[in-house]
Structures are given as structure tokens and as C-alpha cells.
């Protein structure tokens, strides 16, 4: 190959696979008091030119879940991605698959998990059968970004699930699958 078309290939394989993340098991315990937050479930489009047939047929379907566990001095953040498609599909993901945010009162970032963290060039392709579910637990320290403790308040706490179904060939939509929940910090 020549070198004026290798380099190219060379940078867009690489932003292919930039960004990465921490994968944490989900354990929370039962007996601390957990909270069961907004559902938002999004299904691609289905792709134009189809016959009505096609149209019919089952497209992928995810849904995010969100639960937060108040800790002493720290919240914990746990994620569900459950595939409600009917059928077995195939998810594809960096390892950054997921985005955590959290703002204040008047709508300011004032924590972003992803920031000052560096993500391998990886990208997962995993199968997610029927009704099963991904599960990933984070936290958050509860400091702002200029690493001070934050005041007692209500925070807003958004998570942004990365994946790309792609099993999905009538459709050319990513799901970008977001929940969000409201804390009282006390």
C-alpha cells in the first residue's frame, strides 16, 4: 500500500477505537436504600426505502436504568442496559461506554467522570441475548471538579450509554441511551 493512503487508514482506525473506560461489576447491597430513577428506552428508526414487511419486523431495543446508593462520602452509580428488543442482538462499544454527569441546582457541570481519564483503543463487540441485561457500577466522590467537597443540595445525575447495535442492518441509528435522576445531598 502507499505510504499517502496508509496514513489515512492509520488515523481513522485510530479514532475508531479512541476511548475507554473502567468496567466495575454491579453489587449493590440490598439493605442500603437505593433509588429507582427515569427510564428512557429508544428504538432506531427503521431505515428508509423498506417495504412494509421489513418495517413489521422487530428492530433492537435498549433500555437504560439508573439507581444511585448515598453513601458516607460518596454516591454510588449504577447502570443498567437491558435489551427489551425480543431477539437476541449484538452491541458494539469502546471501552468508554458510558458518559456520567452530574450538574447542580442552576444547571452547572460540576462533575464529568470521564474527565482526567485515560481510555484504551479498544472496541467490544458483545452479544446481549434476549431480556438480558449489562450491568456497571461507578462513583463519584461527591467533589466538583476543582476537587472540593460539594455544599448540601440537589444534583442531577445523567448517564449516557455508548453503544452501537449492530446486529441492527435496517437501520443506521446509533442508540444513545440516557437516564437521569435528582439527588438531595444532605
Known amino acids: 500500500m502507499k505510504k ?3 496514513l489515512p487508514l492509520v488515523w481513522v482506525s485510530a479514532i475508531i477505537f479512541l476511548v475507554g473506560s ?3 461489576a454491579y453489587a449493590a447491597n440490598q439493605e442500603q436504600s437505593q433509588s429507582k430513577h427515569q427510564v428512557q428506552q429508544i428504538k432506531p428508526l427503521p431505515a428508509k426505502g423498506k417495504d412494509k414487511k421489513e418495517k413489521k419486523e422487530s428492530k433492537p431495543s435498549l433500555q437504560t436504568t439508573l ?3 448515598k ?3 460518596r454516591l454510588l452509580i449504577h447502570m443498567k442496559l437491558r435489551n427489551t428488543s425480543g431477539k437476541d ?3 458494539s462499544y469502546s471501552s468508554h461506554k458510558y458518559e456520567i454527569i452530574v450538574n447542580n441546582e442552576n444547571n452547572e457541570e460540576i462533575f464529568n467522570w470521564s474527565d482526567n481519564k485515560a481510555f484504551t483503543q479498544q472496541l467490544i463487540i458483545q452479544d446481549l441475548k434476549k431480556d438480558g441485561e449489562l450491568s456497571f457500577t461507578e462513583e463519584w466522590n461527591l ?3 476543582a476537587k472540593k467537597k460539594v455544599p448540601k443540595g440537589r444534583y442531577t445525575v445523567q448517564i449516557k450509554m455508548l453503544v452501537d447495535v449492530t446486529s441492527d442492518t435496517t437501520s443506521s441509528a446509533s442508540p444513545k441511551l440516557i437516564a437521569s435522576t435528582v439527588v438531595e445531598l444532605k
Do not use: R, Y
Open 4 to 6: 499517502s493512503i496508509m
Open 22 to 24: 473502567n468496567q466495575c
Open 67 to 69: 439507581s444511585t446508593e
Open 71 to 73: 453513601k458516607k462520602d
Open 89 to 91: 442482538i449484538t452491541l
Open 143 to 145: 467533589k466538583d471538579k
